[in-house]
């Protein structure tokens, strides 16, 4: 039988379409091998799992023996009333679910708790004391596991719980309204939910295939690229993502980038406004007037233009330091390993790195505290730094809060915020177009013509890289490490210049 299962609805949370797919689809297409990141995430949530349970005291573990065999357990087990049951399985028609606890309550009912190895909700900001959200992925998993024990008996509440990274129980309340504006609890969105992944997983419905950042962690990744690029599926354009397809399909037919090319976007802003006056408020919902038109330029870049286009004058600091940096982190562990700066100066240029060479705090903090006073040595106001994306600035305000002694949040912030900090990332969304599916540095370094050393370059790998140095102290594994970030860096320092080319090519 194909049980819905909490991974299903994961899936289908992720990518409607991976439900359909991991049943029905061209296996031969499939990568085999695990990704390195996946393999790293689910390592890290074996080793949290382990380390709660330990913490547990008495309970009832039925993480051995055949599907079958433990349900008819857990189910004996219920009956006797076993206050703490470890990987219970509960099952009922097509529903399956294994949660890691299931726990008696004072009125002999049981409480589904999955062991999670994330914050409990999302956007928590104790700063602000913003209390966050539940995640639509825990309270959907745990909604299955209620579910299956009402239908069971051995509930009457519609309640669940997580113990999140840092071992605190977060109730979930699935009668709770999704959001501010939702008429919806959890409980409805889950019952669509299994209605959805039932009829994909029974062909029922097929649907397609998406190209977005989700893809990088997918075994179908490749097979579903492939789909798409001989479709000229709408999701080839950069940033327009399956929601953005789905509606343009469905509410204008358009299936296909040749015809999305040809659309007139005040016209079709116009039917929009028509049909909301009308009182359809789904017609072409979350489709803006002006992202339109950038999917459209960027359609016609990547498909009828062909070379990189900028639409506004490039200009950059003239400065005698020019700094182009990346870090290297494992967020399995909240441990940022790797400061690496390529630095370029009055012609010559080097590499420069600081790096944790052990898994503790006094390594991490050391590392960092070097990289500032390598920035302190510089003239001030004589260097411009380059990187690519926000996660250098998100990951050094963690690193400002776990040591304030390092440096004051001022100071993190100021280094952001001054004019000679460029995020190439946001300046290439803001003020260019390329003939690609994908802004990545390593998508847009390789058009320019920059090749990394190593055959495989990811930052997974890099992570897997570390934790086998810190195993083995093989420094082999280091010295592959270092290159990779240092190829990192020069692939900014290849996108500025490639950058100032456009500029210079327009003149």
Not at 120 to 145: N, R, S, T
Not at 155 to 166: L, M, N, P, S, T
Not at 473 to 490: A, F, H, M, T
Request: hydrophobic share 35%; aromatic share 12%; glycine share 6%.
């Amino acid at each position: 039988m194909n049980y819905i299962t909490a991974s299903k609805l994961y899936d289908y949370i992720k990518c409607p379409h991976k439900v359909w797919r991991d049943v029905y689809g061209p296996n031969e297409e499939k990568i085999e091998e695990t990704n390195p990141f996946v393999e790293l995430l689910w390592e890290s949530g074996v080793a949290h799992e382990l380390d709660v349970v330990s913490k547990l005291g008495e309970y009832l573990s039925l993480k051995d023996g055949s599907a079958d065999g433990r349900f008819i357990k857990t189910i004996e087990a219920m009956k006797s009333k076993v206050p703490l049951i470890y990987q219970g399985v509960l099952k009922h028609g097509n529903l399956m679910g294994i949660p890691d606890l299931l726990r008696k309550l004072p009125d002999d009912t049981y409480l589904p708790v999955d062991i999670k190895s994330g914050a409990g909700f999302e956007g928590v900001d104790e700063e602000i004391g913003e209390e966050g959200k539940p995640k639509k992925h825990y309270a959907l998993q745990l909604c299955l596991y209620n579910d299956l024990l009402n239908k069971l008996g051995f509930a009457y509440h519609k309640k669940g719980a997580v113990i999140d990274i840092d071992n605190v129980e977060v109730e979930y309340d699935l009668n709770a309204l999704t959001g501010v504006k939702s008429k919806e609890n959890w409980f409805d969105i889950y019952n669509k939910t299994v209605r959805e992944v039932e009829a994909l997983v029974n062909n029922k419905k097929q649907n397609k295939p998406a190209l977005g950042g989700v893809c990088k962690l997918c075994p179908w990744q490749y097979s579903c690229k492939k789909w798409c690029e001989e479709t000229k599926d709408l999701t080839n354009i950069f940033y327009l993502g399956r929601s953005v397809r789905d509606r343009m399909n469905q509410d204008v037919s358009i299936v296909d980038v040749d015809n999305f090319m040809k659309i007139d976007v005040e016209e079709i802003m116009k039917q929009k406004e028509e049909r909301k006056k009308a009182g359809d408020k789904n017609f072409l919902f979350r489709v803006g007037k002006d992202s339109l038109k950038k999917s459209v330029k960027r359609a016609k870049v990547l498909y009828q233009i062909k070379k990189p286009v900028a639409y506004e004058k490039i200009i950059f600091p003239k400065v005698e330091y020019e700094l182009f940096f990346d870090i290297e982190d494992d967020p399995t562990q909240g441990f940022v390993y790797l400061h690496g700066v390529y630095e370029r100066h009055k012609g010559k240029e080097r590499f420069i790195e600081f790096t944790a060479r052990e898994l503790s705090d006094k390594a991490e903090k050391e590392a960092w505290n070097n990289f500032w006073k390598y920035i302190d040595s510089l003239p001030k106001d004589g260097f411009a730094v380059y990187y690519y994306s926000a996660h250098e600035k998100t990951m050094y305000k963690k690193l400002q809060k776990k040591y304030p002694d390092v440096i004051s949040a001022e100071k993190v912030e100021s280094f952001f915020t001054n004019k000679n900090a460029i995020d190439l990332y946001s300046f290439v969304c803001k003020n260019t177009d390329w003939p690609l599916g994908s802004y990545s540095i390593k998508a847009i370094a390789t058009y320019i013509g920059f090749k990394w050393r190593d055959e495989t370059p990811s930052g997974a790998l890099s992570i897997q890289w570390f934790n086998k140095y810190l195993e083995t102290k093989d420094e082999s594994v280091l010295k592959r490490i270092l290159e990779y970030n240092e190829d990192d860096c020069k692939a900014t320092m290849v996108l500025k210049d490639g950058l100032e080319k456009i500029e210079k090519d327009r003149c």
